[in-house]
């Protein structure tokens, strides 16, 4: 089961509201399946930041920097759909890292409704046989959220 902190969680929809009508991007940062620091990134994409995003390269450098320094991991990313939808992307899944863990955090109405994760298929697991299969309605669903 993946979790986010309660303090971590508060963070995060602070970025995530701040920034409507944009989708908010950033890193979460922990240990194994929790996610205690949230490290918001600029959304940098060049067209429509209400339904695309892309995290500027200098604050995951940055997040790198500091989680290196802390001892914490990048335990998965996070962007928002201010559409509503919890659905992960073709977008997003073109874009994920092979292996890579992503909490979509839907909006309705300026309210932040249940967030879902996803995890990205591991280049081993594809060569396996498996196809690349995401979670949720694109495939199976790998973890589950809950706040703690």
């Not at 602070?14 to 908010?24: Q, T």
């Not at 991007?25 to 940098?44: K, Q, S």
């Not at 396996?128 to 669903?141: F, L, M, S, T």
Request: with cysteine.
């Amino acid at each position: 089961m993946f979790l986010i902190t309660a303090a971590a969680w508060v963070e995060l929809s602070k970025d995530v509201l701040g920034r409507l009508p944009e989708e908010a991007c950033g890193i979460l940062l922990g240990r194994g399946d929790t996610a205690v620091e949230v490290w918001p990134c600029r959304n940098v994409y060049a067209g429509d930041r209400a339904r695309n995003y892309e995290l500027a390269p200098q604050d995951q450098f940055d997040c790198a920097r500091h989680a290196r320094s802390t001892g914490l991991e990048l335990v998965a990313y996070y962007h928002s759909h201010p559409n509503g939808s919890t659905r992960f992307s073709e977008t997003d899944r073109v874009l994920a890292l092979p292996g890579s863990r992503h909490v979509i955090i839907p909006v309705k109405n300026g309210e932040l409704r249940h967030p879902h994760v996803y995890r990205v298929l591991a280049a081993a697991e594809e060569s396996a046989g498996r196809k690349r299969e995401i979670g949720g309605d694109c495939g199976r669903v790998d973890y589950s959220f809950r706040w703690r």
